[in-house]
């Protein structure tokens, strides 16, 4: 059974720094695409960034390069976010994302109409909250 447990979220003000964590279980991870979307309230639901295992190949939204940082512990399966110079509009519930066997395909699924779908496409956690205050 695979298992996504998140941590980390919390509020902060703006350009303030947060690390989320997501602790993986259940799948191989030498081949899987770990990612984290987040959906503000009104908004749809946004790729922010993801990684390759096997390459450590990275993704990042327009809207957080520079600022954010993915990161993995292959020893843990664990996928790391840090989220630095944070801005009242990252604030959004958090989404831990798991594609075993993506092989890199996960940057390609960038937005959705809201998260966490149902289409059995890949694995997500419960969410973690972020709010950024200004």
């Known amino acids: 059974e695979v298992q996504l447990v998140e941590s980390g979220g919390g509020s902060v003000q703006a350009g303030g720094s947060l690390t989320l964590s997501c602790s993986a279980s259940?799948?191989?991870?030498?081949?899987?695409?770990m990612g984290w979307y987040r959906q503000a309230p009104g908004n749809g639901c946004e790729l922010v960034s993801s990684?390759?295992?096997?390459?450590?190949?990275?993704y990042y939204a327009d809207t957080v390069k520079g600022r954010f940082t993915i990161s993995q512990d292959n020893v843990k399966n664990t996928v790391y976010l840090r989220l630095n110079s944070l801005k009242p509009e990252d604030t959004a519930l958090y989404y831990c994302?798991?594609?075993?066997?993506?092989?890199?395909?996960?940057?390609?699924?960038?937005?959705?109409?809201?998260?966490?779908?149902?289409?059995?496409?890949?694995?997500w956690g419960l969410g973690t909250q972020v709010t950024v205050s200004s």
């Open positions: 990684i390759t295992f096997s390459d450590a190949s990275t």
């Open positions: 259940g799948f191989t991870f030498d081949d899987s695409d």
């Open positions: 994302f798991a594609l075993p066997h993506g092989g890199g395909l996960l940057k390609n699924f960038r937005s959705y109409t809201s998260c966490p779908t149902q289409s059995g496409f890949g694995y």
